[in-house]
């Protein structure tokens, strides 16, 4: 006979179904590969399935089942992956999953047990999905599931501490001025001297980083280009090892990697994507593109502890900022909860501690200063 707690449980169960079918049936939208949008809605239609069944349970205990809706987290991820795309988000839903897969460990019910072995495979599904930005090989997803590490810069986590480090610095730095002098010009002029030197610090930092990765990228590729002239036994029986360690009998790679040798127009993608891990078209992205990312996002967050002092000064502008930048530092930590899945409050107002700790700090330094040269 059930009681609360298990009728809690399911609940529980329940709810994580509903968000990864939403997440998933989202990403098969926005995707552009065919190969991984139809993974996407096979994994939705499994979380679908898993659903349905804790709502059996329920219904059979009585239990007047709330409306079917994602959670805030869930709602966040999905407007994220509809803005940005896939790629920006399923490095974080993919760590997410790899935790969650683990939540029916320990559930005595015969379901929780199948629906344990079910997760752990989307779990490693979603990782080599994370690695092939170019899409699956067609008809190997059964066969690849489980042999990947998760790949993959998580965009929307640089984002998110991007932000911070502005608000971060900037709030210090200001409150560092402010308890020396408390004259508005100079923690202007302080303030805007450092979102310029910090944020052209950052995407200076990134445009180096993704440049040189493009120029390494670019050389590996005419390196393969070569071997494949020169070696091209070589190359294939390499490739087959791949198709192997990904879970392929060794006949099947070896039929595979000559079938994909004898494409000669794409062999060199293919071994670029399979290899080297290298999307040829994309390079790593734009360095550009990630230069003014990175700027943009350091300048954002700094603009919360400036923002007061353009209208006012004093004691009030110091307490505005510090105000505006506790809101602005309680949104970071609850952005961080996308990728932890702590509480809210708990990763909301630890950062906005840690940020207001770090302001007191510079303000009494500024302070000490302040009275030793007057």
């Given at each position: 006979?059930?009681?609360?707690?298990?009728?809690?449980?399911?609940?529980?169960?329940?709810?994580?179904?509903?968000?990864?079918?939403?997440?998933?049936?989202?990403?098969?939208?926005?995707?552009?590969?065919?190969?991984?949008?139809?993974?996407?809605?096979?994994?939705?239609?499994?979380?679908?399935?898993?659903?349905?069944?804790?709502?059996?349970?329920?219904?059979?205990?009585?239990?007047?089942?709330?409306?079917?809706?994602?959670?805030?987290?869930?709602?966040?991820?999905?407007?994220?992956?509809?803005?940005?795309?896939?790629?920006?988000?399923?490095?974080?839903?993919?760590?997410?999953?790899?935790?969650?897969?683990?939540?029916?460990?320990?559930?005595?019910?015969?379901?929780?047990?199948?629906?344990?072995l079910d997760e752990k495979s989307h779990a490693r599904l979603l990782a080599m999905a994370g690695q092939s930005s170019g899409g699956?090989?067609?008809?190997?997803?059964?066969?690849?599931?489980?042999?990947?590490?998760?790949?993959?810069?998580?965009?929307?986590?640089?984002?998110?501490?991007?932000?911070?480090?502005?608000?971060?610095?900037?709030?210090?730095?200001?409150?560092?001025?402010?308890?020396?002098?408390?004259?508005?010009?100079?923690?202007?002029?302080?303030?805007?001297?450092?979102?310029?030197?910090?944020?052209?610090?950052?995407?200076?930092?990134?445009?180096?980083?993704?440049?040189?990765?493009?120029?390494?990228?670019?050389?590996?590729?005419?390196?393969?280009?070569?071997?494949?002239?020169?070696?091209?036994?070589?190359?294939?029986?390499?490739?087959?090892?791949?198709?192997?360690?990904?879970?392929?009998?060794?006949?099947?790679?070896?039929?595979?990697?000559?079938?994909?040798?004898?494409?000669?127009?794409?062999?060199?993608?293919?071994?670029?994507?399979?290899?080297?891990?290298?999307?040829?078209?994309?390079?790593?992205?734009?360095?550009?593109?990630?230069?003014?990312?990175?700027?943009?996002?350091?300048?954002?967050?700094?603009?919360?502890?400036?923002?007061?002092?353009?209208?006012?000064?004093?004691?009030?502008?110091?307490?505005?900022?510090?105000?505006?930048?506790?809101?602005?530092?309680?949104?970071?930590?609850?952005?961080?909860?996308?990728m932890t899945g702590k509480s809210v409050w708990f990763s909301g107002s630890r950062q906005v501690l840690v940020g207001i700790a770090?302001?007191?700090?510079?303000?009494?330094?500024?302070?000490?200063?302040g009275v030793s040269v007057g």
């Amino acid at each position: 006979m059930a009681n609360n707690k298990d009728i809690e449980r399911y609940l529980v169960n329940r709810q994580k179904e509903i968000d990864g079918a939403a997440l998933y049936r989202v990403l098969a939208e926005t995707e552009k590969q065919p190969q991984l949008a139809e993974v996407y809605n096979k994994l939705a239609a499994s979380e679908e399935k898993h659903a349905a069944t804790w709502e059996k349970k329920l219904t059979h205990l009585k239990v007047t089942l709330p409306p079917r809706k994602p959670t805030w987290r869930a709602a966040t991820m999905i407007w994220l992956a509809k803005r940005f795309g896939p790629q920006f988000v399923l490095p974080t839903i993919t760590a997410n999953e790899k935790v969650d897969s683990q939540a029916y460990d320990g559930q005595s019910d015969e379901e929780a047990k199948e629906f344990s072995l079910d997760e752990k495979s989307h779990a490693r599904l979603l990782a080599m999905a994370g690695q092939s930005s170019g899409g699956l090989p067609g008809g190997t997803v059964a066969q690849l599931e489980g042999r990947h590490k998760a790949g993959g810069g998580n965009a929307l986590r640089a984002a998110v501490l991007g932000a911070n480090d502005g608000l971060v610095s900037i709030l210090s730095l200001t409150m560092g001025v402010a308890g020396a002098t408390n004259s508005r010009p100079d923690i202007l002029i302080a303030g805007l001297a450092g979102v310029l030197a910090g944020a052209g610090s950052m995407a200076l930092g990134e445009w180096l980083s993704v440049q040189s990765s493009r120029e390494l990228y670019e050389h590996q590729i005419k390196i393969e280009a070569e071997e494949i002239a020169e070696s091209p036994e070589e190359e294939q029986e390499e490739l087959a090892l791949i198709y192997q360690s990904k879970g392929l009998p060794e006949d099947r790679a070896r039929d595979l990697a000559a079938h994909m040798m004898a494409d000669k127009d794409s062999i060199l993608d293919t071994l670029a994507r399979e290899e080297l891990g290298i999307d040829p078209e994309e390079l790593g992205g734009s360095a550009y593109e990630a230069a003014f990312t990175s700027f943009f996002l350091f300048a954002f967050g700094a603009l919360f502890p400036m923002f007061p002092y353009f209208f006012w000064t004093g004691t009030l502008a110091i307490g505005l900022s510090l105000s505006v930048s506790a809101v602005g530092l309680f949104i970071i930590g609850a952005a961080i909860t996308l990728m932890t899945g702590k509480s809210v409050w708990f990763s909301g107002s630890r950062q906005v501690l840690v940020g207001i700790a770090a302001a007191a700090l510079t303000y009494g330094i500024g302070k000490l200063i302040g009275v030793s040269v007057g």
